[in-house]
């Protein structure tokens, strides 16, 4: 068994490209069902954001897997796949693996260190559950992905810096304030940076959104969003007696506020700090105004200047991540190496079972003579002779299984034993019960079509079962 994944990011598709590979939530139990009955595909995960459409898969021929997988998404999207392959990218078991972690732990973000991907990853996996797609190998690997992510963070500060403009102003006002409970935020002008930075100040819980723009009606516009006050910009003094933030983007040639506007409406605020942040280019607010009291003045190149210094951090930080993540694929290739060992293991205590039974009834048979005790007794001690017997043997193949040359150790070990007729009858069970699960699929297919000659299912599925 391999494990593959196909995907295309934010590095390797833009926007344009991406949404046309966005699974619609609806639809993802249906597409991870068809994709599970593609050919050699054995298990599958299907992770998709705004960032990312990821296909996971456990495939039995690793040469061949990517065309299957590229096929499947030419079908479902509707594309030809010489419109999008150069858009793909491919890793491979090992590689797989740690492209998995690396997701997973926030690495591979646009942001990195963000969290809301482990949950999506963990999402995706639970889904794939639901639907019966995942087996002993995913159940196995994104139960250990989402527990290093975990660990990741919480061992580490990646996710301590913030590196974003709007969300390092909210952290550098905090310095000054503490808790921004109570607090007013004035903005001058309504820009997009404007918004998403008293976005994070509303999120961490000031009170109060004053819009003050040259535009009255943009100004209300944005001030609706927050519930706040709107006014003109003949009214920007009256508001900076009231506001504790100043956040300012105009787009104005000259300078908003000047120093000698601002100070003798410090006088009538009796030594309240005021933070202001000038996101504006040029800019929107006099740098003097940062010699005066109780005034803390930030311009575009101070938030950036901070940024830059905490993705610095966070790299740091992403470097132990990478160390753990070398950890988890060793940990999980040396798990697959003892996987092969289960079923020998089993074999060989159902053989030993066998046997002992069938000793127990030649026994029985040469001394009718013994009563239920003796019996027990006897079953008792010659059960524990077998079991000890077996267990330096499981001990020390499980070992060797998981060395250099595990797959010879366990081929040695079956013929020592002669476990062959035994794996066999397994083997043949298991493609039994394989059969059985594609004729209940094909029972739930028909029934499924079924239903959609009764327009009682989506089109977009109907369309999906039409495909297949």
Not at 105 to 117: F, H, N, Y
Request: hydrophobic fraction near 40%; proline fraction near 3%.
């Amino acid at each position: 068994m391999h494990i593959v994944v196909v995907g295309l990011n934010y590095r390797t598709a833009p926007v344009e490209i991406r949404e046309k590979f966005a699974f619609a939530p609806s639809d993802l139990p249906q597409a991870l069902r068809e994709l599970k009955q593609t050919n050699s595909i054995m298990e599958c995960v299907i992770v998709g954001t705004c960032n990312r459409t990821e296909l996971y898969c456990v495939v039995d021929r690793e040469h061949v897997c990517g065309h299957y997988i590229r096929g499947f998404m030419e079908k479902w999207f509707r594309l030809p796949r010489d419109k999008f392959s150069n858009h793909l990218y491919i890793y491979e078991n090992d590689a797989a693996i740690e492209h998995l972690l690396r997701v997973t732990s926030g690495l591979d973000s646009m942001v990195i260190g963000e969290t809301q991907i482990l949950g999506q990853v963990k999402d995706a996996f639970l889904l794939a559950q639901e639907q019966g797609t995942t087996g002993i190998m995913f159940n196995t690997l994104f139960k250990q992905a989402v527990t290093m992510a975990k660990r990741a963070h919480s061992e580490t500060s990646i996710g301590e810096n913030p590196v974003s403009v709007s969300y390092a102003a909210v952290e550098l006002g905090k310095r000054i304030f503490g808790s921004y409970e109570g607090k007013t935020v004035l903005i001058i002008g309504a820009g997009k940076m404007s918004e998403l930075t008293v976005k994070h100040l509303y999120g961490n819980g000031a009170a109060k959104v004053i819009v003050a723009n040259r535009t009255l009606q943009r100004a209300q516009e944005l001030a609706g969003k927050f519930n706040g006050a709107a006014g003109s910009m003949e009214q920007l003094p009256a508001f900076l007696e009231e506001a504790d933030i100043v956040i300012s983007s105009t787009g104005a040639a000259d300078l908003v506020l000047t120093r000698g506007q601002l100070a003798p409406i410090l006088q009538k605020r009796k030594s309240r700090p005021l933070f202001m942040i000038d996101i504006a280019v040029p800019r929107d607010l006099d740098p003097g105004l940062g010699e005066l009291p109780n005034v803390f003045l930030y311009d575009i190149d101070d938030l950036q200047s901070i940024v830059n210094n905490n993705l610095l951090e966070r790299r740091k930080e992403a470097e132990k991540i990478e160390a753990m993540i070398q950890d988890e694929i060793a940990a999980f290739e040396q798990w697959k190496k003892t996987l092969g060992v289960s079923p020998v293991i089993q074999a060989l205590q159902e053989k030993a079972n066998l046997v002992h039974e069938q000793t127990m009834e030649s026994l029985l048979n040469k001394l009718p003579e013994l009563n239920e005790r003796e019996i027990k007794v006897i079953r008792k001690l010659t059960k524990s002779i077998v079991n000890q017997m077996l267990r330096d043997p499981i001990v020390r193949i499980k070992e060797m299984a998981a060395e250099r040359h595990g797959d010879e150790a366990l081929e040695m070990f079956t013929k020592i034993f002669a476990l062959e007729e035994v794996l066999e009858e397994k083997q043949a069970e298991q493609a039994r019960r394989e059969q059985l699960a594609k004729k209940l699929a094909a029972a739930e297919a028909a029934s499924f079509r079924k239903e959609e000659m009764h327009g009682q299912v989506s089109v977009r599925a109907a369309d999906a079962w039409a495909r297949n």
